[in-house]
Structure formats: structure tokens, C-alpha cells
């Protein structure tokens, strides 16, 4: 099961975003889109260069070797956290 049918089983509302479309991954309707660079470049501080015309991230231990994705819910942090410890394996 992913996080996001976890926590929505738990009738809490949870989506992604598409990185290179910004566009929700589970909400049908939404046509709104998350600037995923812009949003790292402003709140992270993570440099940006030009990759084939994209924007990508540099971040400061990785390069450009990550592909972001965030993630949105409004599941109070200790659902959040018993759900991201179902996936724990070891």
C-alpha cells in the first residue's frame, strides 16, 4: 500500500504532486500546478541550474542525482508517522 492510501483509509486526505507536471497524482480535478523547483529553490535554498531547458534542483550533498515529489496531507503528525513506520522493514 502507498502513504497516501494508508493515511486517506484513515479518512485523512493525502495526495502528491507529478514533478515534471506539478499536477496531483490521485485528486482527478486538479488542474493546479505545484512548482516543485520553485518551491525547493524558495523554502529549501537548493541552487537550481537548466538541464535540456528544465530547471532541475542541485542539492548540497546529491547534485542533481534526486528527483523530488511532495507529498501533502492534512493527517495530524503522529498518523503521518505510524503510517511512514508501516513501511519500516528492518
Known amino acids: 500500500a502507498s502513504l497516501a492510501k494508508i493515511l486517506i483509509s484513515y ?3 493525502a495526495d502528491y504532486c507529478d514533478p515534471a507536471s506539478g ?3 490521485i485528486a482527478e480535478d486538479g488542474n493546479v500546478v ?3 523547483v520553485a518551491c525547493f529553490e524558495r523554502l529549501r ?3 537550481t ?3 535540456g531547458g528544465c530547471r532541475v534542483i542541485v542539492h548540497p550533498a546529491w547534485g542533481t542525482n534526486i528527483y523530488p515529489a511532495t507529498f501533502f496531507t492534512n493527517a495530524p ?3 503521518l508517522f ?3 513506520a508501516s513501511f519500516n522493514t528492518t
Open 11 to 13: 479518512n485523512y486526505w
Open 23 to 25: 499536477l496531483p497524482m
Open 34 to 36: 505545484f512548482p516543485e
Open 45 to 47: 535554498k537548493y541552487r
Open 49 to 51: 541550474s537548466s538541464a
Open 77 to 79: 503528525s503522529e498518523v
Open 82 to 84: 505510524k503510517a511512514l
